[in-house]
Protein backbone atom coordinates (compact mmCIF):
# COMPACT_ATOMS: atom_id res chain seq x y z
CA UNK A 1 0.00 0.00 0.00
CA UNK A 2 3.11 2.55 0.94
CA UNK A 3 4.48 1.39 -2.19
CA UNK A 4 1.47 2.73 -4.50
CA UNK A 5 1.04 5.63 -2.52
CA UNK A 6 4.49 6.32 -3.00
CA UNK A 7 4.28 5.80 -6.66
CA UNK A 8 1.18 8.09 -7.51
CA UNK A 9 2.85 11.09 -4.91
CA UNK A 10 5.52 10.55 -8.09
CA UNK A 11 3.12 10.27 -10.50
CA UNK A 12 1.41 13.37 -9.41
CA UNK A 13 4.62 15.52 -9.05
CA UNK A 14 5.90 14.24 -12.27
CA UNK A 15 2.68 15.69 -13.79
CA UNK A 16 2.69 18.98 -11.73
CA UNK A 17 6.58 19.67 -13.15
CA UNK A 18 5.45 18.80 -16.95
CA UNK A 19 2.26 20.98 -16.35
CA UNK A 20 4.78 23.89 -14.85
CA UNK A 21 6.94 23.27 -18.02
CA UNK A 22 4.34 24.07 -20.34
CA UNK A 23 3.02 27.00 -18.25
CA UNK A 24 6.85 28.30 -19.07
CA UNK A 25 6.69 27.08 -23.17
CA UNK A 26 3.89 29.32 -23.06
CA UNK A 27 4.80 32.08 -21.32
CA UNK A 28 8.36 31.99 -23.45
CA UNK A 29 6.43 31.62 -26.57
CA UNK A 30 4.37 34.63 -25.43
CA UNK A 31 6.92 37.01 -24.52
CA UNK A 32 9.18 36.54 -27.76
CA UNK A 33 5.74 37.21 -29.82
CA UNK A 34 5.35 40.86 -27.83
CA UNK A 35 9.03 41.34 -28.44
CA UNK A 36 8.48 40.47 -32.56
CA UNK A 37 5.51 42.68 -33.12
CA UNK A 38 6.82 45.92 -31.15
CA UNK A 39 8.80 46.94 -33.63
CA UNK A 40 5.82 46.98 -36.33
CA UNK A 41 3.49 48.44 -33.51
CA UNK A 42 5.59 51.26 -32.94
CA UNK A 43 6.07 52.14 -36.69
CA UNK A 44 2.45 52.08 -36.82
CA UNK A 45 1.52 54.95 -34.80
CA UNK A 46 4.61 57.19 -35.93
CA UNK A 47 2.61 56.93 -39.36
CA UNK A 48 -0.71 57.47 -37.74
CA UNK A 49 1.24 60.51 -35.65
CA UNK A 50 2.44 62.42 -38.96
CA UNK A 51 -0.87 61.66 -40.75
CA UNK A 52 -2.61 63.28 -38.26
CA UNK A 53 -0.06 66.60 -37.88
CA UNK A 54 -0.17 66.52 -42.13
CA UNK A 55 -3.59 67.13 -41.58
CA UNK A 56 -3.50 69.95 -39.15
CA UNK A 57 -1.69 71.77 -41.47
CA UNK A 58 -3.86 71.80 -44.03
CA UNK A 59 -6.72 72.52 -41.93
CA UNK A 60 -5.02 75.95 -40.47
CA UNK A 61 -4.35 76.64 -44.64
CA UNK A 62 -7.60 75.76 -45.03
CA UNK A 63 -8.58 78.53 -42.46
CA UNK A 64 -5.90 81.20 -43.06
CA UNK A 65 -7.34 81.21 -47.13
CA UNK A 66 -10.63 81.32 -45.79
CA UNK A 67 -9.63 84.34 -43.70
CA UNK A 68 -8.05 85.86 -46.47
CA UNK A 69 -10.98 85.55 -48.64
CA UNK A 70 -13.76 86.72 -46.19
CA UNK A 71 -11.57 90.06 -45.55
CA UNK A 72 -11.48 90.40 -49.84
CA UNK A 73 -14.94 90.73 -50.03
CA UNK A 74 -15.26 94.41 -49.39
CA UNK A 75 -12.32 95.09 -51.69
CA UNK A 76 -14.23 93.10 -54.34
CA UNK A 77 -17.50 94.77 -53.83
CA UNK A 78 -16.23 98.00 -54.32
CA UNK A 79 -14.82 96.87 -56.97
CA UNK A 80 -17.64 95.40 -58.76
CA UNK A 81 -19.48 99.22 -58.02
CA UNK A 82 -16.66 100.96 -59.95
CA UNK A 83 -16.97 98.72 -62.90
CA UNK A 84 -20.96 98.88 -62.91
CA UNK A 85 -20.38 102.91 -62.76
CA UNK A 86 -17.78 102.95 -65.79
CA UNK A 87 -19.68 100.39 -67.51
CA UNK A 88 -22.52 103.04 -67.55
CA UNK A 89 -20.66 105.86 -68.45
CA UNK A 90 -19.32 104.06 -71.28
CA UNK A 91 -22.85 103.07 -72.46
CA UNK A 92 -23.32 106.76 -72.34
CA UNK A 93 -20.66 107.65 -74.46
CA UNK A 94 -21.33 104.90 -77.07
CA UNK A 95 -24.50 106.82 -77.98
CA UNK A 96 -21.83 109.42 -79.78
CA UNK A 97 -19.53 106.90 -80.88
CA UNK A 98 -19.67 104.68 -84.53
CA UNK A 99 -18.97 101.45 -85.36
CA UNK A 100 -15.54 101.75 -86.75
CA UNK A 101 -13.36 104.76 -85.26
CA UNK A 102 -10.32 105.15 -87.98
CA UNK A 103 -6.66 105.69 -86.11
CA UNK A 104 -5.39 109.06 -85.58
CA UNK A 105 -3.50 110.47 -88.57
CA UNK A 106 -0.33 112.73 -86.63
CA UNK A 107 1.35 113.84 -89.76
CA UNK A 108 0.03 117.13 -89.10
CA UNK A 109 1.25 117.17 -85.57
CA UNK A 110 4.51 116.74 -86.58
CA UNK A 111 4.96 119.47 -88.98
CA UNK A 112 3.14 121.86 -86.26
CA UNK A 113 5.87 120.61 -83.89
CA UNK A 114 8.51 121.32 -86.14
CA UNK A 115 7.14 124.80 -86.99
CA UNK A 116 7.27 125.60 -82.67
CA UNK A 117 10.13 124.02 -82.00
CA UNK A 118 13.04 124.05 -85.36
CA UNK A 119 15.65 122.77 -82.85
CA UNK A 120 14.63 119.95 -80.95
CA UNK A 121 12.54 118.45 -84.01
CA UNK A 122 15.62 118.76 -86.36
CA UNK A 123 17.78 116.49 -83.72
CA UNK A 124 14.71 114.29 -83.40
CA UNK A 125 13.78 114.45 -86.93
CA UNK A 126 14.44 110.66 -88.17
CA UNK A 127 13.19 108.74 -84.73
CA UNK A 128 10.28 110.98 -84.87
CA UNK A 129 8.94 109.82 -88.35
CA UNK A 130 10.04 106.33 -87.77
CA UNK A 131 8.03 106.21 -84.42
CA UNK A 132 5.18 107.86 -86.02
CA UNK A 133 5.21 104.87 -89.19
CA UNK A 134 5.11 102.16 -86.30
CA UNK A 135 2.57 103.77 -83.80
CA UNK A 136 -0.01 106.57 -84.42
CA UNK A 137 -0.35 109.43 -81.91
CA UNK A 138 -3.00 109.23 -80.00
CA UNK A 139 -6.07 111.99 -79.72
CA UNK A 140 -5.68 115.10 -77.83
CA UNK A 141 -5.34 114.76 -74.36
CA UNK A 142 -7.39 116.93 -72.00
CA UNK A 143 -5.58 119.51 -70.08
CA UNK A 144 -6.19 121.26 -66.81
CA UNK A 145 -8.76 123.78 -67.38
CA UNK A 146 -8.90 123.21 -71.29
CA UNK A 147 -11.31 120.67 -72.89
CA UNK A 148 -9.60 118.67 -76.28
CA UNK A 149 -11.04 119.14 -79.42
CA UNK A 150 -14.68 116.80 -80.01
CA UNK A 151 -14.37 113.47 -81.93
CA UNK A 152 -17.94 113.66 -82.81
CA UNK A 153 -17.89 110.35 -85.06
CA UNK A 154 -20.39 110.02 -87.58
CA UNK A 155 -22.55 106.62 -87.02
CA UNK A 156 -23.20 104.48 -89.87
CA UNK A 157 -27.41 105.35 -89.59
CA UNK A 158 -26.62 108.83 -90.06
CA UNK A 159 -24.68 109.09 -93.13
CA UNK A 160 -27.45 106.81 -94.82
CA UNK A 161 -30.04 109.15 -93.64
CA UNK A 162 -28.28 112.03 -96.49
CA UNK A 163 -30.03 110.89 -99.15
CA UNK A 164 -32.82 113.83 -99.11
CA UNK A 165 -30.55 116.43 -97.03
CA UNK A 166 -28.92 117.65 -100.06
CA UNK A 167 -32.20 118.95 -101.40
CA UNK A 168 -32.58 121.33 -98.76
CA UNK A 169 -32.95 125.32 -99.39
CA UNK A 170 -29.13 125.95 -98.65
CA UNK A 171 -28.31 124.08 -102.04
CA UNK A 172 -30.28 126.65 -104.48
CA UNK A 173 -27.36 126.05 -107.38
CA UNK A 174 -28.54 123.14 -109.43
CA UNK A 175 -25.36 122.27 -111.30
CA UNK A 176 -23.80 122.39 -107.33
CA UNK A 177 -26.55 119.84 -106.08
CA UNK A 178 -25.50 117.28 -108.65
CA UNK A 179 -21.88 117.52 -107.70
CA UNK A 180 -22.97 116.95 -104.02
CA UNK A 181 -25.31 114.25 -104.48
CA UNK A 182 -22.52 112.59 -107.01
CA UNK A 183 -19.73 113.00 -104.03
CA UNK A 184 -21.94 111.97 -101.64
CA UNK A 185 -21.77 108.61 -103.39
CA UNK A 186 -18.13 108.51 -103.15
CA UNK A 187 -18.19 108.57 -99.60
CA UNK A 188 -17.71 106.19 -96.95
CA UNK A 189 -18.13 106.10 -93.02
CA UNK A 190 -14.41 105.58 -92.86
CA UNK A 191 -13.57 108.91 -94.94
CA UNK A 192 -15.58 110.84 -92.88
CA UNK A 193 -15.16 109.53 -89.43
CA UNK A 194 -11.15 109.70 -90.64
CA UNK A 195 -12.02 113.95 -91.65
CA UNK A 196 -13.51 114.38 -88.39
CA UNK A 197 -10.18 113.09 -87.19
CA UNK A 198 -8.27 115.28 -88.68
CA UNK A 199 -10.07 118.36 -88.23
CA UNK A 200 -9.61 118.04 -84.40
CA UNK A 201 -5.66 117.45 -85.52
CA UNK A 202 -6.28 120.77 -87.44
CA UNK A 203 -7.98 122.81 -84.03
CA UNK A 204 -5.49 121.10 -81.30
CA UNK A 205 -2.74 122.61 -83.85
CA UNK A 206 -4.16 125.73 -84.03
CA UNK A 207 -4.35 125.89 -80.42
CA UNK A 208 -0.86 124.98 -79.55
CA UNK A 209 0.48 127.72 -82.16
CA UNK A 210 -1.64 130.02 -80.15
CA UNK A 211 -0.41 129.42 -76.68
CA UNK A 212 3.09 128.63 -77.48
CA UNK A 213 5.23 131.60 -76.70
CA UNK A 214 6.80 133.82 -79.16
CA UNK A 215 10.44 132.13 -78.61
CA UNK A 216 9.10 128.70 -79.32
CA UNK A 217 7.76 129.64 -82.90
CA UNK A 218 9.45 129.65 -85.70
CA UNK A 219 9.98 132.92 -87.87
CA UNK A 220 8.09 132.10 -90.39
CA UNK A 221 5.20 130.71 -87.82
CA UNK A 222 4.72 134.06 -86.40
CA UNK A 223 2.68 135.43 -88.42
CA UNK A 224 0.11 133.18 -88.87
CA UNK A 225 0.03 132.52 -85.12
CA UNK A 226 -0.77 136.49 -85.12
CA UNK A 227 -3.14 135.98 -87.51
CA UNK A 228 -5.03 132.87 -85.64
CA UNK A 229 -4.81 134.86 -82.13
CA UNK A 230 -7.42 137.76 -83.77
CA UNK A 231 -9.39 135.21 -85.00
CA UNK A 232 -9.86 133.15 -81.86
CA UNK A 233 -10.84 136.38 -80.43
CA UNK A 234 -13.65 136.83 -82.88
CA UNK A 235 -16.98 136.54 -80.78
CA UNK A 236 -17.94 133.83 -83.50
CA UNK A 237 -14.97 131.66 -82.40
CA UNK A 238 -14.25 132.60 -78.98
CA UNK A 239 -13.88 129.75 -76.53
CA UNK A 240 -14.39 127.23 -79.29
CA UNK A 241 -12.17 124.45 -81.56
CA UNK A 242 -11.54 125.67 -84.88
CA UNK A 243 -9.67 125.71 -87.93
CA UNK A 244 -9.25 127.33 -91.30
CA UNK A 245 -9.98 126.49 -94.97
CA UNK A 246 -6.10 126.45 -95.52
CA UNK A 247 -5.45 124.13 -92.77
CA UNK A 248 -7.16 121.35 -94.92
CA UNK A 249 -4.22 119.55 -96.10
CA UNK A 250 -4.66 116.19 -95.13
CA UNK A 251 -4.37 113.21 -94.84
CA UNK A 252 -7.54 112.38 -95.05
CA UNK A 253 -9.29 115.80 -95.15
CA UNK A 254 -8.23 117.89 -98.41
CA UNK A 255 -9.15 121.08 -99.85
CA UNK A 256 -10.91 119.17 -102.96
CA UNK A 257 -14.09 118.07 -103.83
CA UNK A 258 -13.95 115.05 -101.79
CA UNK A 259 -13.38 117.87 -98.95
CA UNK A 260 -15.98 119.94 -99.73
CA UNK A 261 -18.49 116.92 -99.81
CA UNK A 262 -17.37 116.24 -96.41
CA UNK A 263 -17.74 119.50 -94.53
CA UNK A 264 -21.04 119.53 -96.24
CA UNK A 265 -22.38 116.36 -94.88
CA UNK A 266 -20.82 117.47 -91.32
CA UNK A 267 -22.53 120.88 -91.51
CA UNK A 268 -25.54 119.13 -91.99
CA UNK A 269 -25.24 116.73 -89.72
CA UNK A 270 -24.61 119.43 -87.19
CA UNK A 271 -20.92 118.28 -86.15
CA UNK A 272 -19.47 121.72 -87.69
CA UNK A 273 -20.52 125.34 -88.44
CA UNK A 274 -18.28 127.74 -90.66
CA UNK A 275 -18.51 131.76 -90.73
CA UNK A 276 -16.21 133.91 -92.95
CA UNK A 277 -13.63 136.30 -90.70
CA UNK A 278 -11.74 138.67 -92.96
CA UNK A 279 -10.66 136.62 -95.89
CA UNK A 280 -10.25 133.27 -93.95
CA UNK A 281 -13.12 130.35 -93.78
CA UNK A 282 -13.18 129.25 -89.97
CA UNK A 283 -14.71 126.02 -89.71
CA UNK A 284 -15.63 126.01 -86.06
CA UNK A 285 -15.99 122.14 -84.29
CA UNK A 286 -19.24 121.61 -82.52
CA UNK A 287 -19.86 119.79 -79.49
CA UNK A 288 -22.13 117.02 -79.02
CA UNK A 289 -25.83 118.11 -77.95
Known sequence: MEAEKAGASLDSLVSGFNSRISELQELVIARNTIQCTRPSSVTDLSAVDAAVKAME???QAIKDRVR??????????????ASLKQQRIL???????PAHVPERMSMLNLDTNRCLFPESSQQNAGSGISKLEEDPAPPPKEKKGRLAPPLWFLSAEELDSLSSCFASKEETDFESLKTQIYMRGRLTLEKVNAAINDMATYAEANYQLIAAPKKN???????????????????????????????????????????????????????????RIGHHRVIILLNPH
Open 57 to 59: VQV
Open 91 to 97: KDMSIYA
Open 217 to 275: VAGDRWEKALEIRDIAMHEAVKGKHFFLETDMKGPSLKLDNTGKAILTVLRHLGRVSET
Open 68 to 81: DETLAIPKAKKLID
